[in-house]
């Protein structure tokens, strides 16, 4: 991208804030958003949805075709997450995409939000889509993937679903259906969340959502501090690397056990009530649904309080 292309992205999404681009008929604001998604080297398509109006990479087939129609993104998280922090609140969202989840609960009166997105793409459709949202000045974004280390690592990135970027590992398999061609590998830092927010002040309650592609357990690894502050954590577990390797699992409620009391299952699209119960029945269940090679991840809730 050139200097003076990023200079009129920046000249553009100036005006968006300054509320000059509502003048607009529709038809040129949204022939600008297109302008910009190109400044930023991205195809993008703009899509109004519950949360706000979001730009999303056109060769993404999953995200894209499911906001297309549904005008929203996992609503049963959404809700959650707007429930759990609709009396304020900090929130950590480590895997923010292009930032659904971060500007919608950044709307909200005094919450903080804080995410991460390692993903060059994603990152700065994010960026955009905080500035378009009007919720920027409520976002600390950071460009990296979360892990048990401070370093470098390797990630694919799928040509069909822009949410399921991997980490590389000597186990990793490319079989699923994001990955149809050779993915593309790219660099990128990664950070433990105990060492990014070392300085940074949370506001209580802080809540956590981690959906991190099969990640989650080096994440958890290199949180134990932020563990302790987290009131109540979002969690998709990744079953197929599970499947493969028990020792995960059991090394994944060994640190949920130190920090949480109650547990439930999380439907993504808001079907069914939120039923807490113990970490022991949550725990057995996974490991259940672990073995059946029909279920490819699950999302959990977790919260200090009892059930």
Not at 106 to 117: G, M, P, S, T
Not at 195 to 220: I, Y
Not at 270 to 288: P, Q, R
């Amino acid at each position: 991208m050139s200097p003076a292309f990023r200079a009129t992205g920046r000249r553009l999404v100036r005006l968006w804030s300054e509320g000059l681009v509502s003048r607009l008929t529709s038809e040129s604001q949204f022939a600008l958003l297109r302008i910009l998604g190109s400044n930023l080297g991205v195809s993008a398509h703009l899509l109004q949805t519950t949360n706000g109006i979001f730009l999303l990479p056109v060769q993404d087939g999953t995200v894209l075709r499911h906001v297309a129609k549904e005008a929203d993104w996992e609503k049963g998280i959404r809700r959650f997450l707007e429930t759990a922090l609709r009396h304020g609140g900090t929130f950590l969202d480590v895997g923010a995409h292009v930032g659904m989840f971060s500007c919608g609960m950044a709307k909200l009166q005094h919450v903080n939000v804080i995410a991460f997105e390692p993903v060059p793409g994603n990152y700065e459709l994010l960026k955009l889509n905080s500035k378009l949202n009007d919720v920027a000045s409520n976002l600390l974004l950071i460009s990296e993937a979360v892990g048990d280390s401070n370093s470098r690592v390797r990630m694919r990135i799928s040509d069909t679903n822009s949410g399921d970027n991997r980490i590389v590992n000597e186990k990793f398999q490319p079989t699923r259906d994001s990955f149809n061609s050779l993915p593309e590998i790219v660099d990128a830092a990664q950070c433990t969340l105990d060492t990014a927010l070392r300085d940074v002040p949370l506001q209580f309650p802080v809540v956590l959502k981690v959906d991190v592609q099969g990640a989650e357990f080096s994440v958890l690894r290199g949180s134990r501090q932020v563990l302790r502050d987290t009131d109540t954590l979002v969690l998709e577990v990744a079953l197929e690397d599970a499947r493969g390797n028990r020792s995960l699992l059991s090394e994944l409620f060994a640190i949920l056990e130190c920090h949480f009391r109650s547990a439930a299952f999380l439907d993504a699209q808001g079907n069914g009530a939120v039923k807490w119960t113990s970490l022991e029945e949550i725990k057995a269940w996974t490991y259940e649904l672990a073995s059946r090679a029909a279920n490819r991840e699950v999302n959990l809730v977790f919260r200090k309080a009892s059930p």
